[in-house]
């Protein structure tokens, strides 16, 4: 198995190079040459497994099982997948809750940091420390191999690729999170980390500042070349490869749960950002997990949604700035892992005579879709590939006072069903799937991608019209947060801020500069 860049080119990669490098040199994303075959009787042969065992049935199907393929023998797979996962605190590491009738959730956020991120980033973490561990191993040195960690943060990407990458040997890690647009909690998460590793730093922007100057970064090919550039967002194909196994992992709790429901008719609903979470499971559907069709559940920063409704991907008009929301990991205008859905539309409606010229002609599009969106702000599909994405996608927009009623809603127990406490995201995702069932009833499985605890305000506000504000914080502290979480606001902190240079650049430029100072004085000499 090798894999190759969104944006085209000869060069094809190990899954040891791809997972190192994260970004193609040309800025495309790498995927898999091919999408393997599952074994036939997957669906009996896997009903019973453990996560851990699932994840690695899944895994070992894109990672070949040798170091000279650039892969990863079985017994050290398999160690590093139970290493990662013996850090959730829930036996099924991503637990499936019935929550009515036809609503079942997918718990993500029983890791370390309470986050989906950490499913991925735990594993990501131990792949990164292996691949150097190895190659240092081979030429007989210590430190030769040393990787620079750069990543972009809306909130739980941070602390959950710190949980996964502090202190780890030959890695440095470096987070950008918008400054004042992270909740209080992610915020000291990532902050209150002390390892020398370890370094925060606040961007004077939004999200999408922070991902582009990571992307810049990764695009200057001296600089990424002297500080040996590693990505942890999820533009890195081990975190999408990762969240496929929990798709997987629900198909099996709900046919146990309920094995009445037809799995066909089962559609997964997604809070929607950076698209990756949603694009593991556009990949599962490809290896051929039944379901009726994902759900993409977007904020106000809505610009999927818009995509769906009109094959047009625009960043908003107007003003141009990513609007603050209750869901802070979603206010993004530009969704990174969407470029390889594109690269899928592309390719799967090619006029080619054969599969090399299809992939070359995909490659080509995307090039052409990317330049455009980069120069206009804007780019389109044709109606045969919206009809394409139709085909295995909804869309969704909530805004934050629907967010806000969703929150209450399922606070208060009604018609038999007990009180659940979501945080806004997954409110997102629950408001989306009564939207999609108001004309016909099926089974969803919506996607929980934080725990309530991490966004106190926007939950507390938003039970309190139930009894008021001091009772609902008074329940808030007693019930909802965790003891890992007690004090977390009060510790000491760590963290540089990252203002506009002092040059004659665009806004942009002078961050991107500030931030290449700051990685050359604090990361590797």
Same mark, same amino acid.
């Given at each position: ?391 295995? %996608?909804?869309? $969704?927009? !909530?805004?934050?006072? *629907? ?5 209450? @809603?399922?606070? /208060? ?61 008074? %329940?808030?502290? $007693?019930? !909802?947060?965790?003891? *890992? ?5 009060? @510790?000491?902190? /760590? ?31």
């Amino acid at each position: 198995m090798k894999y190759f860049s969104t944006r085209g080119g000869d060069s094809r990669l190990t899954f040891e190079e791809a997972v190192l490098k994260g970004l193609a040199p040309n800025g495309g994303l790498y995927i898999p040459e091919t999408i393997p075959q599952l074994p036939a009787d997957w669906q009996t042969a896997w009903k019973d497994l453990s996560f851990v065992e699932l994840s690695f049935r899944l895994v070992s199907l894109f990672v070949p099982p040798t170091a000279e393929e650039g892969g990863i023998p079985p017994e050290d797979l398999r160690k590093l997948i139970e290493k990662s996962y013996a850090t959730f605190r829930h036996e099924n590491v991503t637990p499936l809750k019935r929550v009515s009738e036809n609503e079942y959730c997918l718990e993500l956020w029983h890791g370390p940091t309470f986050a989906f991120k950490d499913v991925a980033l735990q594993l990501l973490g131990n792949f990164f420390e292996y691949f150097l561990v190895r190659r240092n191993k081979a030429e007989g040195k210590e430190h030769a191999h040393t990787i620079t960690v750069v990543g972009a943060t809306s909130g739980d990407t941070g602390s959950a690729a710190i949980a996964g990458l502090r202190s780890k040997a030959n890695i440095q890690i470096f987070i950008l999170h918008p400054k004042g647009r992270v909740s209080p909690i992610q915020e000291a998460q990532m902050t209150t980390v002390m390892d020398e590793n370890v370094h925060n730093l606040a961007v004077d922007g939004t999200f999408d500042d922070c991902q582009d100057i990571v992307k810049a970064l990764f695009s200057d090919a001296p600089f990424n070349a002297q500080h040996h550039l590693g990505a942890i967002n999820s533009i890195n194909w081990a975190r999408i490869l990762s969240q496929i196994v929990y798709y997987f992992a629900a198909y099996f709790q709900l046919r146990r749960q309920s094995p009445e429901v037809d799995m066909d008719k089962v559609q997964f609903v997604v809070p929607t950002g950076n698209f990756g979470d949603i694009l593991a499971g556009y990949f599962a559907k490809r290896l051929g997990l039944p379901m009726r069709s994902l759900a993409v559940a977007t904020n106000e920063n809505d610009i999927l949604q818009r995509f769906w409704s009109t094959g047009r991907y625009e960043k908003e008009q107007g003003s141009g700035e990513v609007h603050a929301t209750l869901s802070p990991a979603m206010d993004i205008m530009v969704s990174s892992n969407f470029e390889r859905l594109l690269w899928y539309l592309a390719h799967d409606t090619a006029d080619a005579k054969d599969e090399k010229e299809a992939v070359r002609d995909a490659g080509v599009q995307v090039v052409e879709w990317m330049d455009s969106l980069r120069s206009k702000g804007t780019m389109q599909v044709s109606e045969k590939q919206l009809a394409l994405a139709r085909k295995d %996608f909804v869309a $969704e927009r !909530v805004s934050n006072d *629907e967010t806000r009623a969703a929150i209450l @809603r399922y606070y /208060r127990p009604n018609d038999g069903r007990e009180s659940y406490l979501i945080d806004p995201h997954t409110a997102v995702a629950f408001e989306a799937a009564n939207r999609l069932t108001k004309n016909e009833a099926f089974p969803q499985i919506i996607l929980s991608t934080a725990h309530p605890a991490k966004f106190s305000e926007a939950v507390v506000s938003s039970i309190a019209s139930a009894s008021d504000e001091a009772s609902a914080t008074r %329940f808030f502290n $007693e019930e !909802v947060l965790p003891k *890992e979480m007690y004090g977390l606001l009060e @510790r000491e902190r /760590r963290v540089t801020q990252v203002d506009q240079a002092d040059t004659g650049a665009t806004k942009l430029e002078k961050l991107i500069t500030r931030t290449k100072e700051i990685i050359e004085k604090e990361g590797f000499q």
